[in-house]
């Protein structure tokens, strides 16, 4: 198979799911399955060979501290809070982790925060294309655990460039877990002035509608939805997780982008993870992408934002895939649908590129 265009995945969950299921991703998918043999959901799709499988070349890798209700004891170190100091043990605890990450493997992962360091990073991946090296851009997801706003200086001081303020709901806004009328607290908008301040790109994935709202009306810098799929295309959708055409219509405006989940659940509502495969395919997740284009007008505001492995992995994503790296495979279906090879390339690439060139500070200011 031809190799295809190379892709930005603008959300994944490396930290906390190498942390809490003490996985090794520069091990091969079937090695890491086969050391989890006895596991059902929730398998392994994230790996390095994976990623050169899928020219995968640049990530959006997240910093993700679970609140304790959510999760299950006994907790992996830096993976879930109770206090706001715990939280803070966390965002520390996985910055380390990416840390060294790029210092044991500097082969195959590099941490990117400035604009020289992106391009530093394209000009090698030019120079080089099948070195496979991999660049990781951090991104906090949901901040409800903050101790006080001195923090978001500090975390933009170690690196972290894109920030989405909620993951459960309450503190700032509406969230997953948060009911429909729930927006902007007066809270979560000084947070906003203050991530604003601090040149962080704004994510309202996990954002309830009033309070996506209420954000893309206000912010005064760069709005994305790194991993959110269209609520619109699903019947009997849960709760407001996924984005309404009226937030997908003003994040367009704003010059936005949206990262579409291959997670079978967001594609289809009634997927339940021992259903036959069959039931969901890439062609599900092409029509979001191709939904979210026909509200734009053109290819500029949608890419991809796997969230993997947040919490599903294999077998829980469309049939076609066994890993991340089958992604590509997205590249046939939408020459298949009509598109062209330059709005694929903004979609695999071109769009979170765009994003970063403007988000990026610049060592010289």
């Avoid at 049939?319 to 997205?330: A, F, H, S």
Wanted: net charge negative; aromatic share 8%; hydrophobic share 35%.
């Amino acid at each position: 198979m031809a190799k295809t265009d190379w892709i930005i995945d603008g959300h994944q969950d490396i930290a906390f799911e190498s942390l809490v299921n003490r996985r090794d991703y520069t091990l091969p998918i079937a090695k890491i399955r086969a050391l989890e043999s006895s596991r059902i959901d929730n398998q392994a799709t994230l790996s390095w060979d994976a990623y050169q499988k899928g020219n995968i070349r640049l990530i959006f890798s997240t910093i993700f501290i679970e609140p304790q209700s959510h999760g299950c004891p006994p907790f992996a170190a830096g993976t879930h809070y109770a206090t706001k100091q715990q939280f803070h043990e966390g965002v520390e605890h996985q910055l380390s982790f990416y840390r060294h990450y790029q210092n044991d493997y500097p082969d195959k992962f590099r941490l990117i925060a400035t604009q020289e360091q992106l391009d530093e990073f394209l000009r090698d991946k030019e120079d080089h294309p099948d070195d496979g090296l991999i660049g990781l851009v951090l991104l906090l997801e949901g901040c409800e655990g903050l101790r006080s706003f001195d923090d978001i200086c500090i975390y933009s001081e170690a690196g972290i460039r894109i920030i989405g303020p909620v993951w459960e709901g309450g503190r700032w806004c509406g969230g997953t877990f948060s009911g429909t009328a729930d927006r902007l607290t007066a809270e979560g908008r000084t947070l906003l002035r203050h991530l604003a301040a601090a040149k962080q790109i704004l994510d309202i994935s996990h954002m309830n509608s009033l309070s996506a709202m209420d954000s893309l009306e206000s912010y005064q810098g760069i709005v994305i939805a790194s991993h959110a799929n269209c609520r619109a295309l699903l019947a009997n959708p849960p709760n407001e997780r996924q984005l309404d055409d009226l937030t997908i219509k003003r994040l367009i405006e704003r010059d936005g982008v949206i990262g579409v989940i291959p997670f079978n659940e967001f594609l289809d509502s009634s997927w339940q993870s021992r259903n036959p495969r069959e039931q969901v395919t890439l062609r599900e997740l092409s029509n979001h992408i191709d939904h979210i284009c026909q509200l734009a007008g053109d290819a500029n505001h949608v890419a991809i934002g796997s969230d993997l492995d947040g919490g599903f992995g294999f077998p829980n994503i469309p049939l076609e895939m066994n890993d991340v790296g089958d992604l590509r495979l997205m590249e046939h279906i939408l020459q298949q649908k009509g598109y062209h090879q330059d709005e694929i390339t903004a979609v695999f690439h071109g769009n979170w590129l765009r994003i970063l060139k403007k988000g990026l500070p610049s060592w010289k200011k």
